[in-house]
Nanobody, 123 residues
Framework: VQLQASGGGSVQAGGSLRLSCVASRRTASNNGMGWFRQAPGKEREFVSAISWKGTDTLYSDSVKGRFIISRDNAKNMVDLQMNSLEPEDTAIYYC?????????????????WGQGTQVTVSS
């Protein structure tokens, strides 16, 4: 499974961006999917995840209430709507396909990873 993430860019604090990730195979529609991010000098951290049917979602405490994850299995796509962006959200964002039906906060529970898309939030 190959993943292609897009939608990153530069925005001022308080602004919004929408990230999209398209999977190359329909297989991903049976798996949980997630978003992680990595800021310079920091470890990769969990952002959000969604179950294969889209009925269950997870968010990190730092983005809860600001970010919304969704998916469209007909398009093999998962999106991350990011609102009220803060400079601390600056990072490379990665999408990933889980090993099971549900998303997870644990990166080891993901089998495939996209190449990442840069998000930069200025104050």
């Amino acid at each position: 499974v190959q993943l292609q993430a897009s939608g990153g860019g530069s925005v001022q604090a308080g602004g919004s961006l929408r990230l999209s990730c398209v999977a190359s195979r329909r297989t991903a529609s049976n798996n949980g999917m997630g978003w992680f991010r990595q800021a310079p000098g920091k470890e990769r951290e969990f952002v959000s995840a969604i179950s294969w049917k889209g009925t269950d979602t997870l968010y990190s405490d730092s983005v809860k209430g600001r970010f919304i994850i969704s998916r469209d299995n007909a398009k093999n796509m998962v999106d991350l709507q990011m609102n009220s962006l803060e400079p601390e959200d600056t990072a490379i964002y990665y999408c990933a396909v889980g090993r099971g039906n549900y998303g997870s906060r644990d990166p080891s529970m993901y089998a495939y990873w996209g190449q990442g898309t840069q998000v930069t939030v200025s104050s």
